[in-house]
């Protein structure tokens, strides 16, 4: 069984930081990419950041660059997300996904074979 377990959503002031974790079972993580993708009320899930199955490339949305990281241990089976310098359109629920195995799409859901059930994230003005 696969499953996606994210964590360290919650509620902080614009400004602020979080730092989101993911961690997987069931699957062959050290093979996969992952990303995170975030659906505000109203909205498409967009795509945030993704990381390579190695670690060493890292892919981030224009909204996000410069304030959010994305990075993976791939002996704990864990990606996280460190977001810094919130603002209060980063309110959504975050979710984290898993790629096909040696992938090189990573921006769309359709990229994706797995997800987790997501962790609200609320930025406050």
């Known amino acids: 069984q696969v499953l996606l377990v994210e964590s360290g959503g919650g509620l902080v002031q614009a400004g602020g930081s979080l730092k989101l974790s993911c961690a997987a079972s069931?699957?062959?993580?050290?093979?996969?990419?992952m990303g995170w993708f975030r659906q505000a009320p109203g909205k498409e899930r967009e795509f945030v950041a993704s990381?390579?199955?190695?670690?060493?490339?890292?892919y981030y949305a224009d909204s996000v660059k410069d304030r959010f990281t994305i990075s993976r241990d791939n002996d704990k089976d864990t990606v996280y997300l460190q977001m810094n310098s919130l603002i209060p359109e980063d309110t959504a629920v975050y979710y984290c996904a898993a790629g096909r195995r040696y992938s090189y799409s990573y921006s769309k859901r359709g990229d994706y074979d797995y997800w987790g059930q997501g962790t609200q994230v609320t930025v406050s003005s």
């Open positions: 990381i390579r199955w190695s670690g060493g490339s890292t």
């Open positions: 069931g699957i062959t993580f050290s093979s996969r990419p």
